[in-house]
């Protein structure tokens, strides 16, 4: 079970190592830094999501960040990059001064009295302490992080913190606790239609109750773990499910179903280079051969792992020199734009200023000169702009008028019918007498398929009209669009900050629809492995981010293409009177940035 506890870890702590193009996003974004609070943010998201590959970058620039956090003002961004410095001093081991910034994060936290802050930073705070091996103090964090997500009803952070008070149980050898504290996570993340942590949360309480030696009833939730895997295509939570599967069975005392499955274990995990599920499957192999006697298959798997555990440490030992050669190189890149530019403004400062005061009485005869006619023609622009803007939002509101239509006829009309004619032919089964098996089998195969299109029916009418959007707002529906998001191939993450006042619904409604559609751009042309969101409201403005790490394009192109993405998202940031940018080199991915004013609801 050391499987389950590992993959637990990996998930809550680490993020996947990035490519190159991403790598060199974080030199971009602290080079072109415009002062304002939203590249402010992004440098602090490029900071926390690289702090394990670059950790003496990332540091150096929050620390720039805490300081441009001060000039601008916001104590919410300041207390976010200081929260990088914790998260970079836990990653390099020296926990007491990851408690120290913690403690300084949470103190401006509760300055501000934002809830979410607070209970993020008890959480943090509490994990240094487990680290410590204080465990009272860990605990004790724990609980007031669980209080205030509870009190606040901050759900989908609740699942995470009870997720880390079942890991403290397990630790402490308290299986019990730790498989109800797990159970509450998963009936959370259920509630919340967070399928791939659903998964998790099962194969997880699976674990405990193979420690509390219930097999039968672990083998149950690994299996249902293993089935959610299959259904988002998640490879690595089916093969950890044969693998917890394959164990299991090996303790009942099935050595054969062992075997197979764990060789089922290893058919997943070899072509994505699962080398942690290779190396447990492997060694657990050679055991049981051992125990029937075949020492040569014994020998082989024993081989086998060696090799794995050999991989692993060759790749950890490549991955710190490239570190190494990237610091180098980063270093004398940045020193030579330095002495670049001090040689050039040395040079050019006559010339400059000369150049300003030749433009400045241009720029006044020009003014006094065209000013009538610019008046004019600002007033046509406006009168233009006015049809323009009529326009698009009588597009923009039948658009989702027909959307919710479509969503309500597919719900109320298709989906009921199916739902009924999916009773009607349970309720028959029973008195009909099947002639052989076969036959049987057809008829279950009828109801499955029709269960499966009610599903499809709902899946429909929720992306026409996403509940979670009319329940708990655009960081909540966006989410739970990804967590549904059918295409394993493609890893997502989500960052959300400062939307906890509720968004005007028309702007909500209309944000929604441009990750929407940015997100199916990524998924049907740039081929990407990663994907990265992020939601920040701060002040006046809310600002998305969508990055992929896919084959990308030129930007000079956009002007040129016809495609109705595009489109969609240029008509719709328009219609919020936001702006658009995308930053893109073929091969090296894709960046969009929306920028949008924050219209909030009225009360």
Known sequence: MKLAGTFLCILFIQYAAWSQNNIDSLSYYAAHSKGDTASLNRLINYCFMHREEMPDQAYAYSKAAISTSKKLGSKRSEARAITNLGAIEVQKGNYPAALAHYMESLAIWESLQDPRGIMLSKNNIAQVYGHLKKTDAELRFLKEAEAIA?????????????????????????????????LEAL????????????SLDYSNAGAYLFYLHKMDSAILLYRQSKYIGEKIHDQRTIAISWANLAEAYGVKGMTDTAIAYYNKAI???????????????????????KQKGDYVKALHFTELQQVVKDSILNSTATKQLAEMETKYELSKKEKRIV???????????LIVGLFIFFVLLGLLFFVLTYRKKLKREAE???????????????VMEAEEKERIRVAVELHDGVGQMMSVAKMNLSAIESEILFVNEDQKNRFDKAILL????????????HNLMPNALLKSGLGTAVRTFLDNMKDGSIRVNLYVDGLEEKIDSNTETVLYRIIQESVNNVIKHAAASQLDISLIGEG???????????????????????GIGLKNIQSRVAYLKGTVEWDSVPGKGTVVVVNIPYVKAVS
């Open 150 to 182: 509870r009190q606040y009803q901050i759900e989908d952070e609740l699942g995470l913190i009870k997720t880390n008070l079942s890991v403290y149980y397990s630790n402490k050898g308290n299986f019990k606790q730790a498989l109800a504290e797990q």
């Open 187 to 198: 009936a959370i993340n259920l509630k919340l239609d967070k399928v791939s942590l659903a």
């Open 267 to 289: 058919s997943i995990a070899v072509p994505i280079g699962l080398k942690d599920i290779l190396s447990f499957s492997y060694a657990q192999l050679a055991g049981l051969y």
């Open 339 to 349: 002495e670049q530019e001090l040689a050039i403004n040395k040079r050019n400062s």
């Open 380 to 394: 046509v622009q406006a009168t233009l702009r006015k049809a323009e803007e009529q326009a698009a939002r009588a």
């Open 450 to 461: 029709v269960d499966e299109s009610c599903s499809e029916v709902r899946a429909v009418s």
């Open 540 to 562: 006046d403005t809310i600002s998305a981010t969508i990055e992929d790490n896919g084959k990308g394009f030129l930007v000079t192109d956009i002007a040129g293409k016809d």
